[in-house]
């Protein structure tokens, strides 16, 4: 039997993914600062652009609410997790620059 391999039309860097409550795919796209949602087979249903304040994005998760969790950052910027609503808007953070008290 040969199985059939398919790729996903990522087409940016990807440095996290997970599944929604829904069974559908969330991809963190760092380079470019998106959140790419697919279906299970590839297909992609949306993407949301994270405010530029957003950097190196590593990891997302989908709230019940809708809502998602992105934890972002690299050396030289900040190093926050946020709360986004669904067009990519902060509603909260935590954390700040490296080494800050915020």
Same mark, same amino acid.
């Given at each position: 039997?040969?199985k059939?391999?398919? $790729?996903?039309?990522?087409n940016? /860097?990807?440095?996290g993914? &997970?599944?929604?409550?829904t069974?559908s795919v969330?991809v963190? !796209?760092c380079?470019v600062g998106?959140?790419?949602e ?5 297909q992609?249903?949306?993407?949301? $652009?994270?405010?530029?304040?957003? /950097?190196h994005?590593?990891? &997302? ?5 809708g809502e998602f969790?992105? !934890?972002?950052?690299a050396?030289?910027s ?5 709360l986004?609503?669904?067009g990519g808007?902060v509603v909260?953070?935590?954390?700040g620059l490296?080494g800050?008290?915020t």
């Amino acid at each position: 039997m040969t199985k059939k391999l398919s $790729e996903w039309p990522v087409n940016d /860097v990807a440095s996290g993914i &997970t599944v929604t409550d829904t069974h559908s795919v969330l991809v963190t !796209c760092c380079d470019v600062g998106k959140l790419k949602e697919f279906t299970t087979h590839g297909q992609l249903l949306r993407q949301i $652009e994270l405010e530029q304040d957003i /950097v190196h994005a590593l990891h &997302t998760i989908q709230l019940p609410s809708g809502e998602f969790v992105v !934890c972002h950052g690299a050396f030289h910027s900040a190093q926050r997790v946020c709360l986004i609503d669904s067009g990519g808007i902060v509603v909260k953070s935590f954390g700040g620059l490296r080494g800050s008290d915020t």
